[in-house]
């Protein structure tokens, strides 16, 4: 699912309805700050792509998205990941 080159500020809610279907989400070139605790409910996902937002929080529960293979997070704000 491409989301990206929009100026989402955070991710839509609408998302965990593909919880168990969703493959790829690229939510690239956004104003994203954060990634949601909501980001482990897509436990499909094998690959996301975060880059070019402005985001300085990945929740810990990323952790629940076993199958992720791919994580782009290039240019960001990021100090830590969980």
């Known amino acids: ?5 929009n100026t989402w500020k955070t991710l839509p809610p609408e998302l965990d ?5 969703l493959l790829h989400l690229d939510v690239s070139n956004n104003n994203l700050s954060a990634i949601p605790p909501s980001i482990g ?5 094998k690959s996301l792509d975060v880059s ?7 929740d810990g529960a990323i952790g629940k998205c076993i ?3 791919k994580l782009n997070v290039a240019a960001n ?3 830590c990941f969980p």
């Open 41 to 45: 409910n897509l436990v499909l996902l």
């Open 17 to 21: 309805d593909f919880s168990k279907t």
């Open 52 to 58: 070019r937002n402005q985001i300085d929080i990945i």
């Open 67 to 69: 199958r992720l293979r």
């Open 77 to 79: 704000r990021l100090e």
């Open 1 to 5: 699912l491409n989301l990206s080159h």
